[in-house]
């Protein structure tokens, strides 16, 4: 999966927040998570360490797995696509 196409991944995953009823807190997990998503696929790959990203991404999947099962495929499919490349 190239890059452009996590970055149409994270355009639905914040569409799908948007929608959702979440907390403020949730909210600000994950655009923090988004940043450091977006970080990691820039050109510099900024101070962001994956290890540390993929586990947010994968407590917060486990967070919303059954309150939110359309935001946690979108952020699933994210997490996996990350895998793939070796992030």
Do not use: C, W, Y
């Amino acid at each position: 999966m190239t890059n452009s196409e996590i970055q149409n991944l994270l355009i639905k995953l914040r569409n799908e927040i948007q929608d959702s009823q979440l907390d403020a807190e949730t909210r600000r997990l994950m655009r923090d998570l988004d940043s450091d998503i977006h970080n990691l696929l820039g050109p510099e790959k900024a101070e962001v360490e994956t290890a540390s990203v993929l586990k947010r991404a994968r407590e917060i999947e486990a967070d919303f797995e059954s309150d939110h099962p359309t935001t946690v495929n979108i952020l699933r499919e994210v997490i996996e696509a990350l895998a793939r490349m070796g992030i």
